[in-house]
């Protein structure tokens, strides 16, 4: 089958309506079909959703009503009816024309599902014929040029149209579903080089406060107030993390795969220094300890943080998922972040020779 120009009219992760999508309308007599392993027909669209839902969803239109938006509601209710749905495809590029639903176990936990699905065998009168689709029960659909998804295919998508002049119109004969992955496993994969993944936007930078540590520590076992000075040290971890469904936070270090350069760039940019993978605070402090008291200090780091999202292309099906990124990393900020907590010695610890031990006043350790 002959090759037309190169040039993807895939719509990305998004919802967009019909307004934006050129229209190249089927003038063949429109068909509105529904296959779960056998052909079903209907003489409109209303009817076509209801074969396709049981019988739940009585009130679609009685042709498409074009655009994403215009069906989303309508396939909401249809997954929620039927959660083996896989795609629905039209045969015009702005989801309208007609129609060919189908029942493939939806791409939800680990129900079987064909790996290629042939027009050739589902009703011919649509080889060669649909022009826009939409994925099902978290499904992705990817469509190819010939049978079996060979020829030029096109990565998978929630949502695709291919308009006149573009490669796939009136060329598609078989497309595959992918399921979409979590958020947590496209960050996996863009971890162990599994999915191209490139930063998408850097939105958010910030500088916040972490939970205070205690540093050292200093007795005075004596009568009066004494006057200490100490040298401590103290290492905070940094992280870079990808948020994951419901808010979770997946931590993989400095480890983010592709993206790890253009994440050290955005960070440079910002903050004039790379990251670590720890920051270490080392000082000397005088401290005044009331008589027979123990004082901690603490130290509250500050961190300097970048956000934004990244975009992992799934490697061998295209799958895109789009990531949202942190940077965390605490830095020396001009404040010295610390406190001390006294705390009154009791008459055990006064005892003690490891906190107070007979040849002197007390002791002062960093933690």
């Given at each position: ?16 309506s ?20 056998t052909?079903?027909?209907?003489s ?38 039927n ?104 960050a ?22 972490g939970?205070?540590?205690p ?13 200490r ?13 990808f ?27 910002r903050?004039?220094?790379s ?34 999202t ?22 020396n ?35």
């Amino acid at each position: 089958m002959s090759r037309k120009t190169t040039v993807s009219a895939l719509v990305a992760l998004a919802i967009v309506s019909s307004t934006g999508v050129s229209q190249a309308a089927d003038t063949a007599p429109l068909r509105y079909c529904h296959y779960n392993g056998t052909l079903s027909c209907a003489s409109n669209f209303r009817d076509l959703v209801k074969i396709a839902t049981f019988g739940s969803v009585q009130d679609a239109p009685l042709t498409p009503p074009g655009g994403l938006t215009a069906l989303e509601s309508l396939r909401n209710r249809m997954e929620q009816a039927n959660p083996y749905l896989s795609s629905i495809h039209f045969s015009n590029p702005d989801w309208t024309g007609s129609v060919l639903s189908i029942a493939a176990n939806g791409c939800k936990g680990n129900m079987p599902r064909p790996a290629v699905m042939n027009l050739n065998v589902i009703d011919p009168d649509f080889d060669n014929r649909l022009n826009s689709e939409i994925g099902m029960n978290q499904c992705q659909v990817s469509p190819a040029q010939n049978p079996d998804r060979k020829g030029y295919f096109g990565d998978a998508r929630p949502y695709g149209w291919h308009d006149a002049g573009t490669d796939l119109y009136n060329q598609i004969t078989s497309f595959s579903y992918y399921p979409t992955p979590t958020q947590a496993e496209a960050a996996k994969a863009c971890s162990i080089g599994a999915a191209i993944c490139r930063l998408e936007t850097v939105s958010q930078a910030s500088v916040v406060s972490g939970e205070a540590k205690p540093v050292a520590f200093s007795t005075n076992c004596s009568s009066t107030l004494q006057t200490r000075a100490l040298w401590w040290e103290t290492s905070v971890a940094n992280e870079e993390s990808f948020t994951t469904e419901y808010g979770q936070k997946l931590t993989i270090g400095l480890e983010f795969g592709d993206l790890k350069a253009g994440i050290e760039a955005s960070f440079l940019e910002r903050y004039g220094h790379s990251t670590t993978k720890t920051t270490t605070f080392k000082q000397q402090d005088t401290v005044n300890i009331p008589a027979k008291s123990r004082s901690v200090l603490y130290k509250t780091p500050m961190y300097q943080v970048l956000s934004g999202t990244a975009r992992a292309k799934i490697n061998g099906s295209g799958v895109v998922v789009f990531l949202p990124w942190t940077v965390k990393q605490a830095v020396n900020d001009g404040s010295d972040g610390l406190t001390w907590d006294e705390i009154p010695l009791t008459a055990a610890e006064l005892k003690d020779p490891a906190l107070c031990p007979l040849s002197a006043g007390g002791v002062t350790r960093s933690l």
